[in-house]
């Protein structure tokens, strides 16, 4: 039994990525899972990481990111995977490079290093983008101040979104980019007929 698909959905807040991480989990009859916080440590460490309330370097914030994401490889990703079933996760590790390296500024090159300790040789066969402009986010949003990714500035969220582009426009075989800004269903659509070239397998 071969090794099942891993997919990966990314973007800025309310790009609407979880919504469709989720549907096509469920469609696909795939492992749906999150980042950070979808296992017991996680939850710990995504309590700290969000809190807006803790002081926290841009490094530290990184390895906490990191750290979760290892555990979520180990216990979660690949046991699943080794069953021959896809897993479709809300965020991986381009997370870290858009949100800590292009948003707080912590260095790429390290950041890349750090993350090829943390998953190995685990990546994702299709990473999905929804992007959308920063206007449709503050619309869509409810801005938390508690939320330390949520209350962080305009221009932070815009450096966040331009390094997920220049990542995207560096990889084009391995990422696939979507407006997100449009109608649900036709975001959805345009999503699946991409993922119908991908060879999905379930165990």
């Not at 066969?125 to 992007?131: A, G, P, S």
């Not at 101040?145 to 990542?167: K, N, P, Q």
Request: charged content about 30%; glycine content about 8%.
């Amino acid at each position: 039994m071969g090794r099942g698909i891993f997919l990966v959905f990314e973007g800025i807040d309310a790009s609407g990525k979880s919504t469709q991480a989720r549907r096509v989990a469920e469609a696909r009859e795939a492992h749906f899972t999150f980042e950070p916080g979808d296992t017991p440590l996680g939850v710990e460490l995504r309590r700290w990481l969000l809190d807006a309330q803790t002081p926290m370097s841009p490094i530290t914030e990184a390895l906490m990111m990191l750290a979760d994401r290892s555990h979520h490889v180990r216990t979660v990703i690949e046991p699943i995977r080794a069953q021959g079933r896809a897993v479709v996760s809300d965020r991986f590790f381009a997370s870290t490079l858009a949100y800590q390296g292009y948003g707080r500024g912590v260095d790429l090159d390290e950041l890349i290093a750090a993350t090829d300790l943390a998953i190995g040789d685990c990546r994702p066969d299709l990473t999905v983008l929804l992007d959308i402009p920063l206007e449709v986010a503050n619309e869509r949003r409810a801005r938390d101040a508690r939320d330390r990714f949520e209350s962080a500035d305009l221009e932070f969220h815009r450096r966040v979104r331009d390094g997920y582009l220049r990542m995207a426009e560096q990889y084009p075989d391995e990422w696939f980019v979507v407006d997100g800004s449009g109608d649900e269903t036709a975001v959805a659509a345009a999503i699946d007929q991409r993922l119908a070239r991908l060879t999905w397998s379930n165990g």
